[in-house]
């Protein structure tokens, strides 16, 4: 009898055992790694684009400063290669791990921020820059991720309070705001207002109550009505170099001549560039404006050469891409598990969109000229690193979501 009890506790629990194991193979496939395919496709397409434009409208400005057309073209690419490698690395990294420090990082963050203008490297009246064993880096590049991680983190662990002025609106003003001041210290307008568009955006997502955000936006509104209209004494005396960028934004081709300094040749020549690509663009290498007509090509107005080159078509083409990459970006955080992971995907996404929107605008006159670089586009190898990482986070919230749910 014994016996027969035993040989039936051992056969009910190698059932149990069956069943424990049986798992849907597709749910093995995104156990063991499955990334967000879309999205990989989309960033090495984007990454791929960036770099041909980055080699044709830099040869020019290599070959006449450095005797060297592949001078930008060759460290743009060592940086391709070694953000791909770290993005790869980073779609296996255990996101979660991120909330636990989000604080350190981001006060940390903001030291190297608040130190910059005193030890940092200094270039056209602004210093903004730390040279660590040869390569240069802005540190205003790693705050906007640590204000998105900092943010996602306090409203994903005050949910339920959050709709609150003071749990909700408050607090995110006061982690915002000394993230402006730094940037501003280095004269850096462009992360400055950035780092404010993010902050709003983390806000709306935070779920706080719409009547709160409406006050927060219409006083954002009215300030800045102000400075265009009635304060522009007060934007001319204490931030001259703001009222200028505005004067010029009205007219750039009036500041185009040396008496003006010169001002505006280079948002006037950005239009130049895109009027004269039409609809096919004058093809790819072929550009005319990158010829010592539009300074630094290669950088924040990388997409007025391409306009150029590749015309409206490509224009569009390189937008769509820049869409698909926001869709799936969103989707991803729709489908996470958790309020952090998808308020992270969210952000970084985010991020991206903003810098893409504005530097579209500011090419195209559409905005004053404030330096903001377009991602994976603009030369520069460190935020290209740096973008590549932040990629490689948001791959990792789609690689770990069926996980955490099991």
């Known amino acids: ?16 055992k069956k069943k424990s194991v049986k798992i849907n193979p597709n749910q093995i496939y995104r156990m063991i790694g499955e990334i967000d395919r879309p999205m990989l496709i989309v960033i090495i397409a984007l990454v791929c684009i960036g770099s041909v434009m980055v080699f044709s409208a830099s040869y020019a ?16 690419i060592f940086f391709v290669v070694a953000g791909l ?36 490297i200094t270039r ?3 210093t903004r820059w730390f040279n660590v064993m040869g390569v240069e880096f802005q540190p205003s590049e790693l705050l906007k991720f640590a204000l998105v991680l900092v943010l996602a983190t306090y409203i994903s662990n005050n949910a339920s309070r959050i709709k609150t002025w003071r749990h909700g609106i408050i607090p995110i003003i006061g982690l915002t705001i000394p993230a402006c001041i730094a940037t501003l210290l280095q004269s850096h307008m462009s992360a400055t207002i950035i780092l404010l568009l993010l902050a709003v955006m983390m806000l709306w997502l935070s779920g706080i109550k719409r009547s709160y955000f409406g006050m927060v936006i219409g006083s954002v509104g009215v ?13 001319e005396k204490y931030v001259p170099q703001v009222f200028t960028r505005l004067e010029i934004w009205f007219d750039p ?25 039409g609809f096919w663009g004058l093809g790819l290498g072929q550009s005319n404006q990158k010829h ?73 006159n559409t905005l004053p000229s404030t330096g903001i670089s377009l991602p994976f586009f603009s030369y520069g190898g460190s935020s290209l690193l740096i973008l590549l990482c932040e990629m490689g986070l948001v791959l990792s919230v789609s690689r770990y979501s069926f996980v955490e749910q099991g």
């Open 85 to 120: 490698a770290a993005m790869m690395g980073f779609t296996r990294f255990p996101y979660g791990i991120l909330k636990q420090v989000a604080y350190a990082i981001y006060l940390g963050v903001l030291g190297l921020n608040y130190i910059v203008p005193f030890f940092g």
């Open 292 to 364: 010592g007509y539009l300074p630094e090509p290669q950088n924040d107005y990388i997409f007025a050469i391409l306009a150029e080159e590749l015309g409206f078509f490509g224009v569009i083409c390189v937008i769509s891409l820049f869409g698909i990459l926001a869709y799936r970006g969103f989707v991803i955080a729709q489908k996470t598990p958790n309020r952090f992971c998808s308020l992270l995907a969210m952000g970084i996404t985010s991020q991206i969109v903003i810098q893409v929107i504005l530097n579209l605008a500011v090419v195209s």
């Open 61 to 76: 400005v290599g070959e006449t400063r450095f005797d060297d057309s592949y001078h930008f073209a060759r460290s743009q």
């Open 1 to 16: 009898m014994a016996d027969y009890h035993s040989e039936n506790a051992s056969t009910k629990q190698d059932t149990i």
């Open 223 to 235: 300030v800045g009505t102000f400075f265009l209209t009635a304060g522009r004494g007060i934007l």
């Open 253 to 277: 081709f009036k500041y185009m001549s040396w008496e003006t300094g010169g001002k505006g040749w280079q948002p006037a020549q950005s239009l130049y560039a895109i009027c004269s690509g």
């Open 124 to 126: 056209n009246g602004a």
